[in-house]
């Protein structure tokens, strides 16, 4: 075993206090606030494991993700589900254990559909084993992707494997005046006859939408759909993934509200920018509506809502669970950290 | 017949006073108790494994699965939960001391949504029902185990079944957004959301594959994607199996994701060819089935693109469909296989270990040399897109000895699988019979995680007891499927 490893091996089972893991800190801002002393995984990095015709890639957790998408890319290949940086530091342990998805994601899957195996230091300070390196693999729980999103507090994700796929030949990008109801309605049928869209963001107006394919599929799409081609569309979508957009500028709270595709319009009073066809709406502010009255409308509508930056006294990140499911989350976290060891509260409270 | 021995703790379970607390549970013709009444629920698709129950409860509604489940639970009886009984891994055999919990009544299709491409559904429904039942607004549910006409979504979810267009569609986890879950305390949980994810951990990845250990599943909604307009597969033949292996991979390498990309080896086809007429090349090592599915410009670029790789691999013959019929044609023989290779051998086990593709010919290599180790014949068909690896076993039961020298066979190209960095079960999964297989992929300390995951679901440890995870001291020797004389249980379903 690597050297790396062992250490941290050592450093986990002598830990007394709690451990804050910690990246290229590109994404500190998400989640709770995680105390505890740092532990910084970028030393133990690089690809183990990159053979392009098996569409797999297996890297350490303190792999830059710039390095890891470059080695991708020089095959042609891609991340998928095409992960916000928010620096450039990110790695991809943290871009796992955050879970974040990009625009691509709608259409092509979340970072949990792309992870197939994950080397797992655990909060006693064994090494686990879980997935592997191929497509199909049904034995044992599939703790690998239980692991994605799970913000570090199940353990240290030490290595990943992850499906690849190919770079779409072509991409354009198209804007549409439209207002939010008919931006829905009108994403809804154009995936209906199967157009290749892969991405979208609905902002103020203006329906963005990513043509992502075959340079044959894209042209009968293009005519179909109309609009103005967006020539720098490649930096538009980079934006809108890495929230350098517009929108995401100044300091009011970010709320991001998960919920079905064709939910109506939440009619917030703060700005709205809609991705992944309807299903995740940033929305600012909330100030007039409080978080908890945000909530319950999302959940009744079938979604949640997460505080993804800025706090708000109070208030935490993740919509609450129902009691049976902080029962299982409680005793996952007891079945993977027992002592509390690693990131404690950056979930939820006690996890 | 083979009977699986338990676990000693539930032999004080006393049969007469559970029939009585589940009897007000359930409608009185919903428990079954005499032996011939449970008789059809003895195994699953993996008929060598047998074992009667105490009792079979079928609900006929979430309500009566929460209340079988906590009666079972104060009892402390075991609770085997079963769908349409296609599995091929024991997953659904009973427990001597225990209730299978049939979900085979909970067969409604809830509500589709056409326009948000979704669809609630109980888990009795037909895998197949749900793409028929959206199909008038030209939508379909992916993932197709070969059993789909019969098997059902609850039984998916547990297993976490494929098909033939995984690679690019993805398994039953990429393809289901929530669900509705009983625990073992008889509480809903709803895990999941009408979006795209949910707060928390991701528990619906967890609970999916998670063969009946986890929680009881009452409602599943699945992803519907619209019917494609157009597929062809391209039917291309190699005089040499590596040679094949390298077109599979050249095909990927030259970035196209093929819907389906499947072999067969020499004695495969010769196996089939007489039993479907689907035109293969005979005197091929192997052939090559690959798919494009999209709209015809898609199509038309795929095959085109993929017909000049072949080309460029040594492929000596290539032929394109020209119209569904013939489609469906080049895919009978492959769909076919099993039923197939049980007409030339009075048994077979399949295997159903996964390999990267990169590995095949070494596999293959491999597995020919097995064949004269332990004089026996091997057919090999191959989900070649995603390294899933089906080595028939040819054998006969009542020539003493073959049995044994067929286990060790598979035995052996299982543990070749693990070696070579794959998997024991692509898409079978371990229920009972790879139990002990899963000695070899997952060392000690990953076993001892997945038995805390099991009990933080399921602390007393009653919910499909026995199956999916080894205990620790029970690490000693694989098994795998029986088949005698052809006969699955389920003999009219193609086996792929």
């Given at each position: 075993m690597d050297d790396i490893i062992r250490q941290w091996q050592d450093a986990v089972v002598a830990a007394q206090s709690p451990l804050r893991l910690c990246g290229g800190d590109s994404k500190s801002f998400y989640g709770e606030p995680s105390l505890g002393e740092l532990f910084d995984t970028r030393a133990y990095r690089g690809v183990i494991d990159y053979e392009p015709s098996e569409l797999v890639v297996t890297a350490r957790c303190g792999t830059p993700l710039a390095e890891l998408e470059a080695a991708l890319a020089d095959h042609g290949q891609m991340l998928a589900f095409e992960p916000p940086h928010f620096g450039a530091g990110a790695t991809l342990g943290?871009?796992?254990?955050?879970?974040?998805?990009?625009?691509?994601?709608?259409?092509?899957?979340?970072?949990?559909?792309?992870?197939?195996?994950?080397?797992?230091?655990d909060g006693s300070g064994r090494v686990l084993r879980f997935g592997g390196q191929v497509m199909k693999n049904v034995a044992g729980f599939d703790v690998s992707r239980l692991l994605v999103g799970s913000l570090g507090t199940l353990g240290l994700i030490a290595e990943v494997s992850l499906k690849v796929l190919p770079l779409p030949g072509m991409e354009v990008t198209l804007q549409l005046a439209m207002n939010e109801c008919e931006a829905h309605i009108a994403l809804a049928r154009w995936i209906g006859e199967n157009r290749p869209i892969s991405a979208s963001c609905w902002y103020d107006g203006v329906l963005s939408l990513r043509l992502s394919g075959a340079t044959t599929a894209i042209a009968p799409a293009r005519e179909r759909i109309g609009g103005e081609v967006l020539a720098s569309g490649e930096q538009f979508w980079r934006e809108v993934r890495e929230q350098q957009h517009f929108f995401f500028s100044g300091d009011a709270p970010l709320w991001r509200i998960s919920l079905p595709a064709l939910a109506a319009p939440l009619n917030l009073p703060g700005a709205t920018l809609i991705e992944w066809f309807g299903a995740q709406r940033w929305v600012r502010g909330s100030a007039e509506i409080g978080p908890d009255a945000l909530r319950a409308r999302v959940a009744a509508l079938g979604g949640h809502a997460t505080l993804f930056r800025d706090?708000?006294?109070?208030?935490?990140?993740?919509?609450?669970?129902?009691?049976?499911?902080?029962?299982?989350?409680?005793?996952?976290?007891?079945?993977?950290?027992?002592?509390?060891?690693?990131?404690?509260?950056?979930?939820?409270?006690?996890? | 017949m083979i009977q699986q021995h338990h676990d000693p703790r539930f032999a004080a379970v006393d049969g007469a006073a559970v029939l009585a607390a589940l009897r007000p549970c359930v409608a009185a013709d919903a428990l079954l108790h005499t032996t011939e009444e449970m008789r059809p629920y003895e195994c699953d698709g993996l008929a060598a494994f047998r074992q009667l129950p105490l009792a079979v409860v079928l609900p006929a509604n979430e309500a009566e699965v929460q209340a079988v489940v906590r009666t079972c639970h104060q009892l402390g009886v075991p609770v085997v939960a079963r769908g349409a009984g296609t599995g091929l891994s024991g997953g659904a055999m009973p427990h001597p001391h225990g209730v299978v919990l049939s979900l085979a009544k909970m067969k409604s299709i809830l509500s589709i949504d056409p326009a948000a491409r979704m669809a609630v559904v109980q888990p009795g429904v037909r895998n197949l029902?749900?793409?028929?039942?959206?199909?008038?607004?030209?939508?379909?549910?992916?993932?197709d185990p070969s059993s789909q006409i019969a098997c059902s979504i609850g039984g998916n979810v547990a297993e976490n079944s494929g098909g033939v267009h995984c690679l690019k569609y993805g398994l039953t986890v990429n393809n289901v957004l929530r669900l509705r879950v009983v625990n073992i305390d008889g509480e809903i949980m709803e895990i999941g959301s009408g979006g795209l994810d949910a707060a928390g951990y991701d528990l619906l990845a967890l609970m999916i594959g998670s063969e009946g250990l986890l929680g009881i599943v009452t409602e599943v909604t699945v992803r519907l994607l619209p019917r494609p307009q157009k597929a062809q597969v391209i039917l291309a033949s190699f005089d040499d199996v590596q040679k094949a292996g390298d077109a599979v991979a050249s095909i990927i390498a030259a970035g196209i994701v093929p819907a389906g990309l499947e072999m067969m080896d020499k004695p495969t086809t010769a196996a089939v060819e007489p039993f479907v007429n689907a035109g293969y090349d005979l005197d091929a090592e192997a052939i090559l089935l690959c798919e494009s599915d999209g709209t015809e410009e898609e199509v038309a670029a795929d095959i085109a693109a993929m017909t000049a790789v072949l080309e460029k691999a040594g492929a000596k013959q290539i032929r394109v469909s020209r119209d569904e019929a013939e489609r469906l044609k080049f895919w009978a023989g492959r769909k076919a296989a099993f039923p197939a290779v049980g007409r030339i051998s009075p048994d077979y086990y399949c295997m159903d270990g996964t390999i990267p593709r990169?590995?095949?010919?070494?596999?293959?290599?491999?597995i020919a040399a097995m064949e004269s180790k332990y004089r026996l014949r091997c057919c090999n068909v191959f989900h070649a897109g995603d390294g899933n690896l089906h080595p028939l076993i040819l054998f006969d039961a009542n020539v003493p000895g073959e049995f044994e020298r067929t286990e060790a066979f598979g035995t052996e190209i299982l543990e070749l699988s693990v070696k070579l960095g794959g998997s024991i079960t692509g898409e079978h999964g371990v229920g009972v019979e790879k139990i002990d297989a899963m000695c070899s992929q997952f060392d000690a300390d990953s076993l001892a995680a997945f038995h805390r995951v099991k009990t933080a679901f399921d602390p007393d440890g009653l919910l499909n007891p026995g199956k999916a995870v080894p205990t620790l001291h029970r690490c000693a020797e694989f098994g795998r499927m029986h088949v005698h004389g052809g006969q699955l249980s389920h003999p009219d379903l193609p086996r792929f």
């Open positions: 943290g871009c796992i254990a955050t879970g974040l998805s990009g625009p691509r994601r709608a259409s092509a899957g979340a970072a949990r559909d792309f992870v197939l195996g994950t080397t797992l230091l706090s708000l006294p109070g208030v935490q990140r993740f919509q609450s669970l129902s009691p049976a499911l902080q029962t299982v989350h409680a005793r996952l976290k007891a079945a993977f950290d027992p002592r509390g060891i690693f990131n404690p509260g950056r979930m939820y409270a006690g996890l | 029902a749900i793409s028929e039942a959206a199909a008038e607004y030209g939508l379909y549910y992916a993932p990169k590995r095949l010919g070494e596999m293959l290599k491999a």
